[in-house]
């Protein structure tokens, strides 16, 4: 059974940064999508940052230039440097995965197996 947990989140004001990270545990197969999403209140559900099953990252256009996302192999960790914050980054966010079968980006919440509880950001102005 796949488990994700994710920390790093908190309270900073605009323009500070953060890091998210996903300790990830119990993989069965070779090759993983990974995804981070956010949800802000009375919102669904978006796609902010992924590694796709091709190992090339992706990001919402609201984030480019300020989100990295990256993962370490050896700790089966990703994370998530947010810089440059914004009040509109407020919302909790999840670490997702699913396993590679055929090409998968990471970016599609419906096909995401796996998800952590979260860990909630908030931006202050």
């Known amino acids: 059974q796949v488990q994700l947990v994710e920390s790093g989140g908190g309270s900073v004001q605009a323009g500070g940064s953060l890091r998210l990270s996903c300790a990830a545990s119990g993989y069965t197969y070779s090759s993983y999508c990974m995804g981070w999403f956010r949800q802000a209140p009375e919102k669904g559900r978006e796609a902010v940052a992924a590694i796709d099953s091709d190992g090339a990252p992706r990001y919402a256009d609201s984030v480019k230039g300020r989100f990295t996302i990256s993962q370490d192999n050896a700790k089966n960790t990703l994370y998530l440097q947010m810089n440059s914050l914004k009040p509109e980054d407020t919302a909790m966010y999840y670490c997702?995965?699913?396993?590679?079968?055929?090409?998968?980006?990471?970016?599609?919440?419906?096909?995401?197996?796996?998800w952590g509880k979260g860990t909630l950001v908030t931006i202050s102005s």
């Open positions: 997702a995965a699913a396993p590679a079968y055929t090409y998968c980006s990471g970016e599609n919440r419906y096909e995401m197996d796996y």
